[in-house]
């Protein structure tokens, strides 16, 4: 489990790389393309949460070892996505581990900087979604986030657990393992079964203009 | 008068927030995602200008006020915007509101910060337009910055005249409160009557790729 | 050439603010919208670039002759787009040079700041491909990275051969001169030629969800 802690980061950036490498490979990219999809995507998060607090240069212009796993899950999942029997669920599962290690990994940070407990809960949320959001944008996918199944409300709660753990005195490995299992929980859930919270239901859309 | 001065921060980011749920709104999504929404619109623009100038960390991370101000328009406009006539209608007005007022404040930061002239002037027209830029792109609409009546203009318009009557000697309060009224009677112009400044028109488009 | 390298910045900067004013004529938006594009395309890599790195203030801020230059793009565009033939092929050439000359920039910006050999690449990459893609998503238009000619390995070819030339110690300017000259060539023949690395083939689409 210790072990597990240690290695969060570099496993929230590898199956985000490898969720971005997914959606490159939906979209018929050549290796370079799915290096930088799988970078954006992987660093993604952990950049905006670093611009943020003010921590720059950021991590990743010193980081060969996370540069190089990026760089690999890449060239692997050009090779090997023709394999795998759907690349769309295969990439919700790779960027649910991604969104559940990173809401806590972003709180942490916050708390950390001394931002107060709700805007901490509100970079973890940031930081689990901005890879995955990037990935969409430049990809032109609809954003997961969009999506019916319940995905923001996943990482916002994982955060909380966190930081409602760490503000009452819990000890650092267990409330980042508590929330992210929980964050992973819920959005698995969302995964498996389609749910999602009851969402604001539109009224026929007489006066919504054309969109593009 | 002084009392609104205060609060253009705030009341900035309040409208920007019910914009962003209103867009929310029109998506479905459930309250976490009217809370993210509002919070990434009503701060977006802000968090852009104070990344720009490198004031981190950014503001709202220590302001448990703001948060809470975001937090409560997001669930005021969940259980209560199906009694809005017109959502579209109620997101570009207050749209209008934060674009007036965030455009002042972006260029009074900038020229606080010892930037020239026209750079605050743009960095005012950046702020006052990237948090709706945000709204729109991660729920997939059509930026209002595309739409024929006039927008980015009259950010630029609100944004130089409290420059130049900066520049001039003007005191602050009058400055601000004559570029955000600037600023928003000239959007209100477009709103209305769907005004736009005359615009290139394009030749017939036998050279345009499809796109998507 | 000296002096051809002395201006690769402001350069840079004039080309992609071209190509942002060209995709602002396709959009038919007013004078004000074609500066507004064309100041986040022709700043955009740059941008990224030094907030990655913690240079803040942003270098635009203080530029008064940068500005200048966008701006003086975007009226030159809005009054003589017409004449051009095909304003899609202009802005291609446009955002090809930017793209050469921000992906060297970029690089070295990021040798200069103690970035490792492989984030220099990648930090060159991303200076070249940001302003391009902030212009397409800001416009609504699909991503020239997501076009099937070669783009992003030409930036990174470019950023690969000017940080292999000054990690072996060769000169500033020669190094500059040969990356840049490498990701225009490569960058050229994807235009020319519709010529694209080997991509990445998805199976006919049986799951693959519709997507707006």
């Known amino acids: 489990m210790e072990n597990l802690l240690l290695w969060a980061d570099p496993i929230a950036i590898a ?20 290096m930088l999809i799988a970078a954006v995507t992987g660093f993604g998060g952990g950049t905006v949460r670093d611009l ?50 990173y809401a806590v990994l972003g709180a942490e940070t916050a708390l950390i900087a001394g931002a107060d ?18 990935r969409d944008i430049l990809c032109n996918e609809l954003p997961l986030i969009l999506r019916r199944e319940i995905y923001a409300t996943a990482a916002a709660a994982g955060a909380a657990l966190f930081v409602v753990l760490r503000v009452s005195g819990t000890e650092r490995d ?18 498996i079964s389609g749910w999602s919270l009851p969402v604001y239901r539109p009224r026929p859309a007489r006066d919504y203009p054309n969109q593009g």
């Open 117 to 134: 407990p709700w805007a901490a809960v509100l970079l973890g949320t940031i930081t689990a979604t901005f890879g995955g959001i990037l």
């Open 52 to 101: 943020l607090l003010g921590r720059t240069p950021v991590f990743w212009l010193r980081a060969p070892l996370l540069l190089g796993v990026c760089a690999a899950v890449a060239v692997l999942v050009f090779f090997a996505a023709h394999r795998v029997e759907s690349r769309f669920r295969a990439l919700l599962w790779a960027d649910a581990v991604g969104l559940a290690l």
């Open 174 to 191: 267990l409330a980042l393992a508590g929330g992210a299992a929980l964050g992973f929980a819920i959005r698995a859930t969302g995964i």
């Open 15 to 34: 199956v985000f790389a490898a969720s971005g490498a997914l959606v490159a490979s939906r979209k018929g990219l050549d290796v370079v393309g799915f």
